[in-house]
């Protein structure tokens, strides 16, 4: 099994979407969030991916949207509660279904898409999903942004939560992501990743696309599986962060 270099700082991305890159990524990360058939992924992909990541002795966790494969989870659905209560509660478990097989506990759970956003910023979503993880994944850790409704609701109720940063997507001064739709919504730079990156796991601060210092809390860094050049960027960032001094900070 290969072993890898130990990072003072999780690096996860976002797999199992068959975009072609999750075996490139694999090596470089330390926590990996499959796609569970919301917005991406089945049974073989699932299956695949697990294997993937026991291989090279990476966490991990599973990456329910809505369900809403025809905008890759990326629009808000219009979505009883109680539906989408269930499909969530319904993807989560092609994850772990296959865990269990194995006798191997899930790591996490980390939400996609417009899901994730919206429950960064929406109380009522945020006590939805507190309410379906305290039901069934009590002690499950989750991934959700610094300072979101899901992370502080979570929290209140025992949730383990960490906090998540992006190393390749722009911010808005509220501290949620600037949306997919905005040209200026990721970064394809690695220089301009590396000093966002630097800035928030070393000065504990991003700049929003307006300019404006934020502080912000980084306990797992995600770079995303379908970015062009995902693989060269997750390698980089395991390097960087394969060091817990960086030179000149």
């Given at each position: 099994m290969h072993e890898l270099k130990k990072n003072f700082l999780d690096i996860n991305a976002d797999?199992?979407?068959?975009?072609?890159?999750?075996?490139?990524?694999?090596?470089?990360?330390?926590?990996?969030?499959?796609?569970?058939?919301?917005?991406?992924?089945?049974?073989?992909?699932?299956?695949?991916?697990?294997d993937l990541a026991l291989t090279h002795a990476v966490k991990i966790g599973a990456h329910p949207s809505y369900p809403d494969r025809e905008n890759f989870g990326r629009k808000h659905m219009d979505i009883s509660k109680e539906d989408l209560s269930e499909n969530i509660l319904w993807q989560i478990c092609q994850i772990q279904s296959y865990l269990n097989e194995l006798k191997i506990p899930l790591h996490?759970?980390?939400?996609?898409?417009?899901?994730?956003?919206?429950?960064?910023?929406?109380?009522?979503?945020?006590?939805?999903?507190?309410?379906?993880?305290?039901?069934?994944?009590?002690?499950?850790?989750?991934?959700?942004?610094?300072?979101s409704k899901l992370a502080i609701l979570a929290a209140a109720e025992g949730i383990p939560v960490k906090h998540e940063v992006f190393a390749d997507r722009r911010y808005q001064?509220?501290?949620?992501?600037?949306?997919?739709?905005?040209p200026d919504a990721c970064i394809e730079d690695w220089g301009e990743i590396?000093?966002?990156?630097?800035?928030?796991?070393?000065?504990?601060?991003?700049?929003?696309?307006?300019?404006?210092?934020?502080?912000?809390?980084?306990?797992?860094?995600?770079?995303?599986?379908?970015?062009?050049?995902?693989?060269?960027?997750?390698k980089k960032l395991h390097q960087l962060l394969s060091n817990s001094e960086m030179p000149g900070l």
């Open positions: 797999l199992g979407e068959q975009t072609g890159n999750d075996a490139g990524i694999m090596p470089y990360i330390s926590s990996c969030n499959i796609a569970c058939g919301g917005h991406a992924g089945g049974r073989d992909s699932i299956r695949y991916t697990i996490h759970i980390k939400f996609h898409g417009a899901l994730y956003n919206e429950a960064a910023t929406d109380t009522n979503l945020a006590f939805l999903i507190v309410d379906l993880l305290k039901h069934h994944f009590p002690t499950i850790l989750i991934y959700a942004p610094f300072g001064d509220d501290l949620t992501l600037v949306p997919r739709s905005s590396k000093r966002q990156v630097e800035e928030m796991v070393y000065r504990q601060r991003v700049k929003s696309i307006n300019g404006n210092w934020l502080p912000i809390q980084a306990d797992t860094l995600c770079v995303h599986g379908d970015h062009p050049g995902a693989i060269e960027t997750a």
